[in-house]
């Protein structure tokens, strides 16, 4: 295999099916993951995501605007699941946009009753899952684009908790539909690594947290920036799966509760969507929690989502272009 070439956006499954340069796609990211993130995301060559998670109606199709109005590049929007109870207003908005919207990605929960709508839209549908058995149920119900996410990962991870380098052959091996690599990635190793593990493209939530662009608080960014290999923790693992988040006193609390065996019903009201706001958009970690992945030690700098893109994508060709079929021979 010519690994240089799958890099090629001629070549790549993930590129010609999302119109992109890069096999790059920016998270969904509860509360962050604005308009203007996405499209910087698909300036650089990769696909930006709007997300859905914690924001109103009004807001989720403000950003679409906003996103469009800044790139005519292809990008997409995230509906985590578990964080709506009625999808028909949103997937209005989706119809009023379909001409603004490539693909669609669905997490956090069963996508079934859903994806037939979507793709009867003609939108691309892209699934996280965290196993392989979830990746033949999505690939069956008609999944474009599988995105297997490891416990690496900032947020809420499957209770597998399969790690993204054992996650990425297995899924591989289950399904014959693109695999995109997401959990504990933020650079050119990384999507390097993924692609020789058999995925087709990675997807960075942590890292693109850590951009200009990013509607996160600058605390929350500046943290990402002074992480270290254990600034990370595991939250309500047995009460509603594993959640990845930054390890602060808050985070500590909501720990020892658990550990102190405390009911579920007490526990849950410290880890609702308003006390991931509290940090990730006012900056208020000692009242709320902020996901964080472990890749957050290895991020060293706040800078454009679209330099993000570029410096993944020409690193990654500059550290594989000695292995590229026939560079021999044009360096005679």
């Known amino acids: 295999m010519d690994i240089y070439n799958v890099l090629n956006p001629s070549q790549n499954r993930v590129c010609q099916l999302l119109g992109i340069e890069t096999p790059i ?12 993130l996405a499209a910087a995301v698909s300036e650089g060559g990769g696909f930006g995501q709007v997300g859905s998670a914690g924001r109103t109606l009004e807001n989720f199709e403000r950003e679409i605007i906003i996103a469009r109005s800044k790139t005519k590049n ?61 990746a033949s149920k999505a690939e069956r119900l008609g999944a474009d684009i599988i995105i297997c996410e490891g416990y690496e990962a900032g947020g ?21 539909v693109p695999v995109v ?3 504990g990635i933020s650079d050119e190793k990384g999507l390097i690594a993924s692609i020789i593990l058999g995925a087709d493209g990675v997807q960075m939530g942590t890292r693109f947290v850590a951009t200009t662009e990013c ?14 290999e254990d600034s990370t923790t595991v939250l309500i693992r047995d009460i509603k799966g ?41 900056g208020d970690f000692e009242n709320g929690y902020a996901a964080l992945g472990q890749v957050s030690s290895l991020i060293d700098g706040i800078i454009s989502a679209t330099d993000v893109v ?15 079929v026939g560079y021999g021979s044009l360096q005679n």
């Open 74 to 134: 292809p990008f997409g929007v995230n509906i985590p699941i578990s964080a709506h109870t009625d999808f028909t207003p949103f997937f209005e908005i989706l119809k009023r946009h379909r001409s603004d919207i490539r693909a669609v990605s669905f997490g956090g929960g069963n996508p079934a009753p859903y994806i037939k709508t979507i793709k009867d839209m003609g939108f691309i549908t892209m699934v996280v899952i965290s196993s392989p058995n979830q």
């Open 25 to 36: 796609i920016q998270g969904g990211l509860a509360y962050v993951g604005n308009g203007s």
């Open 242 to 282: 594993p959640l990845r988040v930054y390890k602060n006193d808050y985070a500590v609390m909501v720990r020892n509760l658990e550990k102190n065996n405390a009911d579920t019903e007490e526990i849950l009201p410290f880890i609702k969507g308003v006390k991931n706001k509290n940090a990730a958009i006012d």
């Open 310 to 324: 570029l410096e993944i994508a020409n690193k990654s060709k500059k550290i594989l272009r000695p292995f590229h």
């Open 181 to 183: 690599a997401a959990g």
């Open 215 to 228: 509607e996160a608080h600058n605390h929350y960014k500046e943290l990402i920036v002074n992480s270290g």
């Open 156 to 176: 809420h991870n499957g209770k597998a908790e399969l790690t993204t380098f054992t996650l990425i052959p297995q899924v591989r091996r289950a399904v014959s």
